[in-house]
């Protein structure tokens, strides 16, 4: 079965990426960005949802050059930005579930730049991603821990593959 229908089957159609919602005209101007994007080319960010820490490792880690999205609107570091007040008014992009299949796009089973996260091809995601416990699982501690899971696009997303903003709650 095709990734694709196999993330159909648990309801997995597009991708999400949470922002404050005074990003959205920087974002409508150059599409979402790397970290490394923005500081090469000086964007102007009004609220990063991640910390100085989570940019630094990141940055060490190599994966400053991709724009980090989740398979569900309520990734665990969603609640972590609202409760520090990194975002004020949060939204959820959300992105159309082809840039998973872009070439250099990788997945991770927790927060990527984790001790013991694991890193790989989208092809493997079957075997590192538990899918049932992500979406259906009734114990918060397993279902938490599922949906720290990550999409790693690298580079950018072009505006065009936005297809929709939902807001925070």
Not at 42 to 67: C, E, P, Y
Not at 73 to 86: E, I, T
Not at 103 to 109: A, H, N, R, V, Y
Not at 144 to 158: F, G, Q, T
Request: hydrophobic share 40%; with cysteine.
């Amino acid at each position: 079965m095709s990734i694709q229908k196999t993330l159909e089957q648990y309801g997995i159609t597009s991708l999400y990426h949470f922002t404050d919602r005074s990003n959205l005209q920087s974002i409508k101007k150059y599409g979402l960005q790397s970290l490394e994007n923005i500081a090469q080319n000086n964007i102007s960010v009004s609220r990063f949802g991640a910390n100085r820490l989570s940019h630094s490792l990141d940055r060490v880690m190599g994966l400053d050059k991709f724009v980090h999205l989740s398979f569900i609107k309520d990734h665990p570091m969603y609640h972590v930005a609202k409760y520090r007040g990194s975002i004020v008014d949060p939204v959820w992009l959300e992105i159309d579930i082809s840039v998973l299949f872009k070439k250099k796009t990788l997945i991770c089973d927790t927060l990527a730049n984790g001790y013991n996260a694991n890193i790989f091809d989208v092809n493997r995601i079957s075997d590192f991603i538990n899918l049932d416990a992500m979406v259906y699982s009734r114990d918060f501690n397993i279902r938490k821990e599922a949906r720290k899971a990550e999409i790693l696009v690298s580079n950018k997303i072009k505006i065009d593959k936005i297809i929709g903003v939902h807001n925070g709650n």
